[in-house]
């Protein structure tokens, strides 16, 4: 059976969106043209990578090329919710990136997941024996969007923990470092780090859990 490759040329919009509570969010990204919509499903920590390498690709393509590109101000222009209801076309496995030099365009590949291993060459490319794709081309300030967006919606979860930084429940919390106590969310007041002569506050920041 040969594969599906979705691709929008000029998209309406590419953005990232979840459907479901915090602590319990299923993450989608999603291209639409006009009636034409494609939603896939992703991780939490695809989302929070695309966008981070999307940002850093417009940095090292403004470098290299002298290439105008708009400044990643963080600012989300696109408030609306994904388009309903959602009609998952997969699962994302593979995700690939590139710079269309000749079109100014950002070309963003997702890829289905797959029990195969999948050979790196077969991601921007149309030949028939890879996993279906969703293949889409962004002009810069609709790449710098996603990315915003993306990152906007990955820190809008659960808090985290204050002593372990799990993510808080509503209804508690069991802590690993009060021996599995349950522990009610604390609200807390804003707070400065004291650092030191190095600018090190000597803790590390992890990443927020879903």
């Not at 990204?29 to 006009?34: E, G, N």
């Not at 600012?75 to 690939?96: C, K, N, S």
């Not at 021996?179 to 990443?207: I, Q, T």
Request: aromatic letters at 6%; one cysteine or more.
């Amino acid at each position: 059976m040969s594969r599906s490759i979705h691709v929008f040329r000029s998209p309406d919009r590419f953005i990232s969106g979840t459907v479901g509570e915090p602590g319990d969010r299923t993450f989608y990204v999603q291209a639409v043209h006009a009636s034409r919509v494609v939603s896939v499903q992703v991780e939490k920590q695809q989302v929070a990578i695309l966008a981070d390498r999307i940002d850093a690709l417009l940095d090292e393509v403004a470098r290299r090329f002298a290439t105008p590109i708009p400044p990643a101000t963080g600012e989300v222009d696109d408030l609306q919710p994904l388009v309903m209801p959602i009609d998952t076309e997969f699962r994302v496995g593979t995700m690939g990136l590139g710079w269309d030099a000749n079109e100014n365009s950002v070309v963003v590949e997702l890829l289905a997941v797959t029990e195969e291993s999948l050979d790196e060459s077969i991601v921007l490319d149309d030949r028939d024996d890879g996993p279906d794709a969703l293949r889409v081309f962004l002009t810069t300030e609709a790449a710098r969007g996603f990315a915003a967006r993306a990152e906007a919606i990955v820190s809008a979860g659960r808090p985290p923990c204050p002593l372990c930084s799990e993510p808080l429940d509503p209804d508690g919390h069991l802590c690993v470092r009060t021996n599995g106590y349950k522990r009610e969310p604390l609200a807390l007041e804003p707070y400065d780090f004291d650092l030191g002569a190095d600018g090190d506050s000597g803790g590390d920041v992890n990443d927020e859990p879903e």
